[in-house]
């Protein structure tokens, strides 16, 4: 049963780096059949695409967060992650990572729990 | 520009309700456009995708219809679970997507 898991710190400082890995089980992120997503969700508001990760290390990223981030497969066959950096409260969020199923259409299938992060002095 | 617009925000409704939801995308998605549904405290959960698709397990009452720039997501019969905050998703620029603002369907 496929399943995806976040990780990383619960608070970050202004200005610092964000980081959070995202495991999945289940399946092979190697697979040319997915693309893996980071999602984040301020409180209370919308969702908004991070960025995107194919198994060939090619990365999408939202044009209002490039200059900030970087999303990279793991150095284990079953992680990728995300790094945001120079974060502010702005970037206070629930972040998700999520598989996107390629095929006939495109469509985020699968996704974690979710983990907050907030920044704060 | 592929910003989606819900309408409406915010809708109330009862138990055994028919319900619509509509996306408009500013420039045509053909038919990549997907349908979530979030409850508070959990992860979005796919319902439609390809415009009119059903994901596995997700129950008849939902459905969901259009092309281009106009579609919608109808619960034909509103179910007490049904009460939650849904989302469009256009997929036409993946790699890159864009959700909608989303609609909380209150009771």
């Known amino acids: 049963q496929l399943q995806l898991q976040e990780s990383g710190p619960g608070l970050v400082r202004p200005s610092e780096t964000l980081s959070l890995t995202c495991t999945v089980s289940?399946?092979?992120?190697?697979?040319?059949?997915?693309?893996w997503a980071w999602i984040r969700q301020p409180p209370g508001k919308g969702l908004e695409w991070i960025g995107s990760v194919y198994n060939s290390g090619s990365t999408y990223y939202n044009p209002s967060l490039k200059s900030r981030l970087t999303i990279s497969l793991g150095t284990s066959e079953d992680q990728f992650s995300l790094k945001l950096k120079l974060v502010t409260a702005a970037d206070t969020a629930v972040y998700f990572c999520?598989?996107?199923?390629?095929?006939?259409?495109?469509?985020?299938?699968?996704w974690g729990r979710g983990t907050l992060v907030a920044v704060s002095s | 520009d592929f910003q989606l617009t819900q309408s409406p925000s915010s809708l109330s409704a009862s138990v055994g309700d028919r319900v619509t939801i509509t996306c408009r995308a500013g420039q045509t998605i053909t038919h990549y456009l997907n349908w979530y549904q979030q409850k508070p405290g959990k992860a979005p959960k796919l319902l439609i995708h390809g415009a009119s698709n059903l994901e596995n397990g997700v129950p008849s009452r939902f459905s969901g219809s259009g092309s281009g720039t106009e579609f919608t997501l109808t619960i034909s019969s509103l179910q007490p679970e049904d009460f939650a905050t849904y989302f469009c998703?256009?997929?036409?620029?993946?790699?890159?997507?864009?959700f909608g603002q989303g609609t909380r369907l209150e009771i």
């Open positions: 999520a598989r996107i199923m390629v095929g006939h259409t495109e469509y985020l299938d699968t």
């Open positions: 289940g399946v092979s992120i190697s697979s040319i059949n997915y693309y």
């Open positions: 998703q256009q997929s036409y620029s993946t790699p890159g997507i864009t």
